[in-house]
């Protein structure tokens, strides 16, 4: 009996053994971290491919055109553009960003970084992550909206930090800011004049605002 009872154990053992291979084949493999997109050289031609982000503060990203060819890592200044799946990034260059000093009120200027295109028109406006350590609260990852427009020839930038631990003071002074570098716009200024940070989150204010901005074409 005891033989028996040990031979049956090892046989349901066995059983689930095997059972459990089977469904380890059978089981669906995992998603590739690349997605279907292109990018354009400095040249203006286009190569299609798949992408997927590489480590780094840039926001630099990993190319291959097809799963047997080998990846290649680009940097903002060896592309004019990407496009990953539906999102777009453009190069952007001498960007100042509310980062490392933004506690103290100051931004500090990226030499190159791949920015987030929200809206492209008049205003062209985007969405900028960066990654770092605030001198004071040693925060880490920083999202800064930019907007871009040239005036007589001459391209201005401003910049509205969204996640940086700016003080209520350097804010003001931001918005004011903002209000001057959209003055040719009375919906957008009258936006900022009326921002009451206890009233919004960062997301529900400058969703709209960014809606405001394409509307203006």
Same mark, same amino acid.
Do not use: M
């Given at each position: 009996m005891k033989r028996c009872?040990?031979?049956?154990?090892?046989?349901? +053992?066995?059983?689930?053994?095997? *059972? /459990?291979v089977a469904q380890k084949k059978t089981k669906a493999p995992k998603k590739t971290e690349y997605d279907p997109g292109l990018i354009m050289l400095n040249d203006s031609s286009v190569v299609?491919?798949?992408?997927?982000?590489?480590?780094?503060?840039?926001?630099?990203?990993?190319?291959?055109?097809s799963d047997t060819q080998d990846a290649k890592r680009y940097r903002p200044s060896e592309l004019k553009m990407y496009k990953r799946?539906?999102?777009?990034f453009h190069s952007l260059f001498k960007t100042p +960003?509310?980062?490392?000093?933004? *506690? /103290?009120?100051?931004?500090?200027e990226e030499p190159e970084i791949f920015g987030q295109l929200l809206s492209d028109g008049k205003?062209?406006?985007y969405s900028v992550l960066s990654y770092g350590?605030?001198?004071i609260t040693s925060s880490g990852i920083f999202i800064n909206y930019i907007f871009i427009k040239d005036s007589a020839g001459i391209k201005q930038t401003a910049t509205l930090p969204i996640i940086a631990p700016v003080t209520r003071k350097r804010e003001r002074i931001i918005l004011a800011d903002l209000?001057?570098?959209?003055?040719?716009?009375?919906k957008i200024r009258a936006y900022f004049r009326n921002y009451k940070r206890e009233r919004?989150?960062?997301?529900e204010f400058h969703e709209p605002l960014i809606e405001l901005i394409k509307a203006e074409g």
């Open positions: 009872f040990i031979l049956q154990v090892i046989i349901s +053992l066995l059983l689930i053994s095997s *059972s /459990l299609e491919g798949f992408i997927k982000k590489a480590n780094g503060k840039r926001g630099d990203i990993w190319f291959r055109q799946d539906s999102v777009v +960003l509310y980062s490392y000093y933004a *506690s /103290l009120g100051k931004t500090v205003i062209r406006a350590s605030d001198v209000e001057y570098f959209f003055q040719d716009y009375p919004w989150s960062p997301w």
